[in-house]
């Protein structure tokens, strides 16, 4: 049975990751890329799926854990009757194929280990053939995929199951290397551990050098930028969502998606997060992936993207996997990426829009595009979508998907103002003005005092908290307070922000945990309105559910007290970044995309 999902680390080569739990067992990795099929998915099931445990013969918990320094290499320690050991679990930088290296040290008298590896490719439906080179090497080959273990302790086949016992004494390292290749070809050169631990810290180490955050949160911050590098995928600059697939939003439940692709409205907050924090360079890769990945027919842009770029992303259902917790059903895939979304057209222009005030290189096609979306968007912004959170009901007209159409147009405007550019600077400023008060008028309830979810409804949105942060109206707007309040008395659990109430927009059974990235956005809202006390205090109770680790998932069940959804979430952790830096009094978002008036 996998462990609960607050007790999981993450290890990563910036192309893929692993998810290892407190009791030495990878139970989640997906070789070679983050949404290539798996070869450990315990995490959806049980070991039989897959895992790979390295971890004391008295079992249990490691009692403590941590990152070195500002890597991500994870170190995990048990005490035992007997003495105690650490576990150093970690990713080298990739060169031709992946490994997950890991290194059992002996730290005081000895200690009894276990080994037990259990590979089974394709999201646990393919048993491998093993097979072994020497005593030190054991590969297995399942279809197109090959993983060759190296280690000195010889391990053993125990029916579909390789096992080891082994002792290790104080200044003992037992080091094991898995690596992937093609099972069509040879392993690439054998890693030697110890090296590619040295060459590991030293990567993570110089990358961080690069952080300019010196707010009152450097170790969140520092964190949760770790953790969107281990998102990137390096080759084309793309950042995924999460490295997991079908972790649920409720226990048991059906609301179970593949999150391991790229969301465009993701970008702008992605990119504010990574120029705030002195990473150009990765700003730059996301601009450019986001190019690549939305080039063509406007009409055809998607919400979603794979990690090269690819538009088709079919979602299927793997029924031999009983799911996190028996919540099933398990996808891979995402049928989200079909749907027309409104706010995606406003999420491009403001990132493009962002890049270009930031000072990000030139790039002579970005124009052209903004050009087409905006043509596109001319013609649809009065549709109505399935809007921001995916609904798989009916379409509605969201107030946010409007107030995105607006900023896709406020953001053409300035580009014509104030960057030079060549568009109908007039025809844009009159649909801009139509969608401002056609928001205004059939969006917000007087009655509740506050913007609703959708025109015509008295139900609440989270997403409207983003009013005042994207400039569609100031801060101290009487409807934005209004707004604020009315989520703060009606939309709130234990202080954490749900997304919605409403039962019947999205066609699936009712009930969630609260969505973390949505209270970031109130904290945010709480600083423009100079409520910083309360926004400060919002903030470290969002810091206080994190896992020891400071790692965070989508979604938060207050009253168990337990992380759920897909894990560790990068929008989530863009959100603790972007909220530091306001609180830090930092030039961050709200200055930044804040400073426009209505």
């Given at each position: 049975?996998?462990?609960?999902?607050?007790?999981?680390?993450?290890?990563?080569?910036?192309?893929?990751?692993?998810?290892?739990?407190?009791?030495?067992?990878?139970?989640?990795?997906?070789?070679?890329?983050?949404?290539?099929?798996?070869?450990?998915?315990?995490?959806?099931?049980?070991?039989?799926?897959?895992?790979?445990?390295?971890?004391?013969?008295?079992?249990?918990?490691?009692?403590?854990?941590?990152?070195?320094?500002?890597?991500?290499?994870?170190?995990?320690?048990?005490?035992?009757?007997?003495?105690?050991?650490?576990?150093?679990?970690?990713?080298?930088?990739?060169?031709?194929?992946?490994?997950?290296?890991?290194?059992?040290?002996?730290?005081?008298?000895?200690?009894?280990?276990?080994?037990?590896?259990?590979?089974?490719?394709?999201?646990?439906?393919?048993?491998?053939?093993?097979?072994?080179?020497?005593?030190?090497?054991?590969?297995?080959?399942?279809?197109?995929?090959?993983?060759?273990?190296?280690?000195?302790?010889?391990?053993?086949?125990?029916?579909?199951?390789?096992?080891?016992?082994?002792?290790?004494?104080?200044?003992?390292?037992?080091?094991?290397?898995?690596?992937?290749?093609?099972?069509?070809?040879?392993p690439a050169v054998v890693v030697d551990a110890e090296q590619a631990l040295e060459d590991?810290?030293?990567?993570?180490?110089?990358?961080?050098?690069?952080?300019?955050?010196?707010?009152?949160?450097?170790?969140?911050?520092?964190?949760?930028?770790?953790?969107?590098?281990?998102?990137?995928?390096?080759?084309?600059?793309?950042?995924?969502?999460?490295?997991?697939?079908?972790?649920?939003?409720?226990?048991?439940?059906?609301?179970?998606?593949?999150?391991?692709?790229?969301?465009?409205?993701?970008?702008?907050?992605?990119?504010?997060?990574?120029?705030?924090?002195?990473?150009?360079?990765?700003?730059r890769a996301w601009r450019d992936w986001l190019l690549r990945a939305v080039a063509g027919?406007?009409?055809?842009?998607?919400?979603?993207?794979?990690?090269?770029?690819?538009?088709?992303?079919?979602?299927?259902?793997?029924?031999?996997?009983?799911?996190?917790?028996?919540?099933?059903?398990?996808?891979?895939?995402?049928?989200?990426?079909?749907?027309?979304?409104?706010?995606?057209?406003?999420?491009?222009?403001?990132?493009?829009?962002?890049?270009?005030?930031?000072?990000?290189?030139?790039?002579?096609?970005?124009?052209?595009?903004?050009?087409?979306?905006?043509?596109?968007?001319?013609?649809?912004?009065?549709?109505?979508?399935?809007?921001?959170?995916?609904?798989?009901?009916?379409?509605?007209?969201?107030?946010?998907?409007?107030?995105?159409?607006?900023?896709?147009?406020?953001?053409?405007?300035?580009?014509?103002?104030?960057?030079?550019?060549?568009?109908?600077?007039?025809?844009?400023?009159?649909?801009?003005?139509?969608?401002?008060?056609?928001?205004?008028?059939?969006?917000?309830?007087?009655?509740?005092?506050?913007?609703?979810?959708?025109?015509?409804?008295?139900?609440?949105?989270?997403?409207?908290?983003?009013?005042?942060?994207?400039?569609?109206?100031?801060?101290?707007?009487?409807?934005?307070?209004?707004?604020?309040?009315?989520?703060?008395?009606?939309?709130?659990?234990?202080?954490?922000?749900?997304?919605?109430?409403?039962?019947?927009?999205?066609?699936?059974?009712?009930?969630?945990?609260?969505?973390?990235?949505?209270?970031?956005?109130?904290?945010?809202?709480?600083?423009?309105?100079?409520?910083?006390?309360?926004?400060?205090?919002?903030?470290?109770?969002?810091?206080?559910?994190?896992?020891?680790?400071?790692?965070?998932?989508?979604?938060?069940?207050?009253?168990?007290?337990?992380?759920?959804?897909?894990?560790?979430?990068?929008?989530?952790?863009?959100?603790?970044?972007?909220?530091?830096?306001?609180?830090?009094?930092?030039?961050?978002?709200?200055?930044?995309?804040?400073?426009?008036?209505?």
């Open positions: 049975m996998a462990e609960r999902i607050e007790d999981y680390a993450l290890v990563g080569d910036l192309q893929t990751a692993a998810l290892i739990g407190r009791t030495g067992s990878v139970d989640w990795l997906c070789f070679p890329r983050f949404d290539s099929g798996s070869c450990f998915a315990a995490l959806l099931g049980s070991s039989d799926h897959g895992r790979w445990l390295i971890a004391p013969s008295e079992g249990g918990p490691a009692r403590e854990r941590r990152y070195r320094g500002d890597s991500l290499i994870l170190e995990s320690e048990w005490h035992t009757s007997t003495g105690r050991v650490r576990v150093i679990d970690f990713m080298p930088p990739r060169e031709r194929q992946p490994d997950i290296v890991r290194i059992v040290e002996g730290l005081e008298g000895h200690v009894d280990m276990r080994t037990e590896l259990v590979i089974r490719f394709d999201y646990g439906s393919i048993v491998p053939w093993m097979r072994r080179h020497d005593d030190e090497t054991l590969v297995a080959v399942g279809g197109p995929d090959a993983l060759m273990l190296r280690t000195p302790v010889l391990l053993q086949a125990d029916g579909m199951t390789h096992t080891a016992e082994f002792s290790v004494a104080e200044g003992d390292r037992v080091p094991f290397v898995l690596t992937w290749f093609p099972s069509a070809e040879e590991t810290e030293q990567e993570w180490q110089g990358w961080m050098g690069h952080c300019t955050y010196e707010g009152d949160y450097p170790n969140a911050v520092r964190t949760s930028l770790r953790v969107l590098k281990a998102l990137t995928y390096a080759p084309t600059g793309a950042i995924v969502a999460a490295p997991t697939t079908s972790l649920p939003e409720r226990i048991g439940g059906v609301r179970n998606w593949d999150y391991r692709y790229a969301w465009l409205r993701d970008a702008t907050f992605t990119l504010f997060t990574m120029m705030n924090a002195g990473y150009i360079e990765e700003a027919d406007p009409a055809k842009m998607q919400i979603l993207y794979g990690i090269s770029g690819e538009h088709r992303i079919p979602e299927q259902e793997l029924p031999w996997l009983p799911g996190y917790a028996g919540s099933s059903p398990v996808r891979i895939g995402n049928a989200a990426a079909e749907q027309f979304q409104l706010d995606v057209y406003g999420e491009v222009m403001d990132a493009l829009h962002e890049a270009r005030r930031h000072g990000l290189a030139k790039d002579d096609h970005a124009w052209s595009l903004q050009q087409y979306i905006m043509e596109f968007l001319e013609g649809v912004w009065d549709q109505p979508d399935e809007g921001l959170w995916e609904v798989r009901g009916e379409r509605r007209h969201f107030v946010h998907s409007k107030v995105l159409a607006w900023v896709a147009f406020d953001r053409a405007v300035e580009a014509v103002e104030h960057f030079d550019q060549q568009g109908p600077l007039d025809r844009w400023r009159r649909v801009r003005e139509e969608i401002h008060d056609e928001v205004c008028r059939e969006g917000f309830s007087v009655r509740r005092n506050s913007f609703t979810q959708a025109y015509g409804s008295e139900e609440l949105d989270a997403a409207t908290l983003l009013i005042p942060l994207l400039g569609f109206l100031p801060p101290d707007d009487p409807r934005v307070i209004g707004t604020v309040e009315a989520i703060q008395r009606d939309l709130t659990r234990d202080g954490f922000v749900e997304r919605y109430r409403s039962k019947d927009v999205d066609g699936l059974p009712f009930g969630e945990g609260v969505f973390l990235p949505c209270s970031f956005w109130l904290v945010d809202a709480l600083v423009m309105m100079n409520r910083e006390d309360e926004a400060r205090q919002l903030f470290e109770k969002l810091l206080a559910v994190s896992n020891d680790l400071g790692l965070l998932s989508e979604e938060y069940d207050p009253e168990n007290k337990r992380l759920l959804g897909n894990f560790p979430q990068a929008f989530t952790h863009v959100g603790l970044v972007n909220a530091a830096y306001n609180l830090s009094h930092h030039k961050g978002t709200i200055e930044q995309r804040g400073h426009r008036p209505a």
